[in-house]
């Protein structure tokens, strides 16, 4: 395999790694990050005498900018240990230790004293180790534990055997490890809600003690309304409204003051609904409005830092780049992001389809895609076909889809939850379909993206890649009409392939006038003509090249694009403006 660099991790200083504050919507003045070298040990032992060197945190041991470059096995117990020395003055009354993701099985120990345990890799935790440190230094020390894909875990796209569609599993730490401090009495957590029809925002304050909280709600620098209250939910009346949309992503500014715990956040005012056209026909729509999705799977891989990005403007970049291209939407494929990349979509303005970490007990997965194809879904209460045959795994993913919907709950950009994709681990679908509803009614879900359909979710949501692309109206008539995956043609690039001795792409072309003009036809001939149908949503596959699959629009290193920005943006204009003539 060829060891490819991003030009920013090509200029990492391991001195000052992700250094950014890691959470927009709940910001404090009181952060000390803990990314850097910390010390690391790969065993088969529960227990350590020594370590092995340096691990560049938060970049995980299987990726070369850790300096590690090695693979945890499931038979292996990862170790990370570090000395902290708390700045003058940091030290509140409560100390809290944060992990932005830590894949898969986490314990802490503070001081060697056993503090806790966290299971699941993709989503985030943290602990009160105030009792633990009684100075203003003490030591840090995990142990993790990463069965990958040899269990029911959730694993993404990691797999221990990788190669076409899977990649490099990862292990530990692959997030901003931090610390804050606060007083007594503080807010624990915010949940932010845009009520869009009334004009004013929801506020949700969990908090540690008694007592008012006030709040003010600023847009560009001018007050725009104001509340206090002391019971669990405040709303605030807007003077005016600024909507949120891809093209003018307003953001109101938030302050929040309790007592002595003061905090700065954000959000976006916008409506999310499906509703029915003058035809009949539902459709997506944004503040009222029809809106088509235009978007692209985002898989959020880097070749130097895996699922880790090498830079703050690594996330921005990708982010950018589509938009530059005309897409106004990001699927976010089977991977939960820290928050700045939401952030980013949130002030930059995207669209962001959030799907579910998925697991199975099976590989043997692609016959639910070759029956959907043919129009034949499986009832998913069948556990064992669909890779859910263990309890104890079925209700871990639970316990992990509401962690992540509470974790991004407040994100402006977020439009639709994908709990399943193409029957990786489907289990009682519809069941899941209402735990959505119930946990967030304010947005859209597409139950199981592609395959396996159990007439639920807000779409009708198809993966179409070598067969002709064709919907309905009378599918229109029941559900939005969703092509959330295709396309996906490839074009090699000597210098910036990954892998030199294997292609994957669902159609392979040798130039780039080759493959711009198939992408061209496939919109013109194949896309356009379903509008009118109701097709209201598209995802090409995908964004980046990642290891053994080329089908980006731009090359795993992110140094080169395979099609020219002006062609996507024209093809883009060319399907708005088809879509906005049905209205």
């Not at 875990?153 to 490890?177: E, F, L, M």
């Not at 990708?318 to 700045?340: A, T, Y």
């Not at 692309?469 to 043609?489: M, Q, V």
Request: proline share 4%; charged share 25%; aromatic share 14%.
């Amino acid at each position: 395999m060829n060891q490819l660099y991003t030009i920013w991790g090509e200029s990492l200083d391991p001195d000052y790694v992700l250094q950014e504050y890691p959470r927009p919507q709940m910001k404090r003045d009181s952060y000390l990050n803990l990314n850097g070298y910390w010390e690391y040990a790969i065993s088969q032992s529960e227990e350590v005498d020594c370590y092995d060197g340096k691990i560049l945190v938060p970049f995980s041991p299987e990726s070369v900018l850790s300096g590690v470059n090695r693979v945890v096995t499931p038979e292996d117990y990862l170790f990370y240990y570090k000395e902290v020395v708390l700045p003058e003055n940091f030290r509140k009354e409560h100390l809290i230790i944060h992990f932005g993701a830590v894949d898969q099985i986490c314990e802490l120990w503070i001081n060697d004293h056993y503090v806790g345990k966290h299971v699941g890799g993709f989503t985030p935790f943290q602990f009160i180790i105030s009792e633990q440190v009684t100075s203003d230094s003490f030591s840090i020390k995990l142990r993790v534990k990463d069965v990958t894909d040899t269990s029911y875990h959730q694993t993404g796209k990691q797999r221990i055997k990788r190669g076409g569609i899977w990649y490099t599993p990862q292990s530990g730490i692959w997030q901003t490890v931090w610390l804050e401090s606060v007083p007594m009495d503080y807010i624990r957590s915010l949940k932010l809600s845009s009520l869009f029809d009334e004009q004013k925002i929801n506020v949700q304050v969990d908090k540690v003690g008694n007592g008012l909280v006030k709040v003010e709600v600023y847009f560009n620098g001018r007050l725009e309304g104001c509340a206090e209250g002391d019971r669990e939910e405040i709303l605030i009346p807007l003077q005016h409204l600024h909507p949120w949309t891809p093209e003018t992503p307003n953001l109101y500014t938030i302050k929040l003051a309790f007592k002595e715990d003061v905090i700065e956040s954000y959000i976006g005012m916008r409506n999310i609904e499906r509703k029915k056209d003058a035809q009949g026909m539902y459709r997506f729509y944004l503040n009222h409005q029809p809106y088509f999705q235009s978007g692209v799977l985002d898989q959020g891989y880097f070749p130097d830092g895996l699922l880790t990005a090498p830079a703050d403007e690594a996330m921005i970049y990708d982010i950018e780049k589509m938009k530059e291209m005309g897409f106004n939407m990001l699927r976010k494929h089977i991977k939960i992001e820290p928050l700045r990349w939401y952030y980013h979509c949130d002030r930059l303005g995207m669209l962001v389809w959030q799907d579910m970490i998925n697991g199975s007990e099976r590989e043997d997965i692609l016959f639910h895609g070759f029956l959907a194809n043919v129009g034949i879904h499986l009832k998913d209460h069948r556990h064992k076909l669909f890779g859910r045959k263990n309890e104890t795994g079925r209700k871990q993913f639970l316990v992990e889809l509401k962690e992540m919907i509470d974790y991004l709950q407040s994100i402006t950009s977020i439009v639709t939850w994908v709990p399943f994709n193409e029957a990786w681990g489907q289990f009682d679908a519809a069941k899941v379909d209402r735990l959505v509803r119930e946990l967030d009614h304010t947005r859209l879900i597409d139950h199981s993206s592609g395959w396996s359909d159990q007439q639920r979710g807000d779409y009708h949501s198809r993966h179409i890649y070598f067969t002709k692309i064709k919907f309905t109206s009378e599918d229109a008539k029941k559900r939005i009409i969703a092509l959330t995956e295709f396309g996906g043609y490839s074009l090699p690039l000597e210098g910036h392939r990954f892998n030199e001795e294997s292609i994957f792409g669902y159609k392979k072309y040798d130039t780039e006038d080759k493959l711009v003009e198939a992408y061209s036809n496939l919109y013109k001939q194949q896309v356009l003509p379903q509008i009118q149908n109701g097709l209201s949503v598209l995802i090409y596959t995908q964004l980046s090249d990642v290891e053994d699959e080329i089908n980006g629009f731009i090359t795993y290193d992110r140094k080169k694009h395979k099609f020219p920005v002006e062609k996507v943006q024209e093809i883009n204009e060319l399907v708005y403006t088809e879509f906005y003539k049905q209205f």
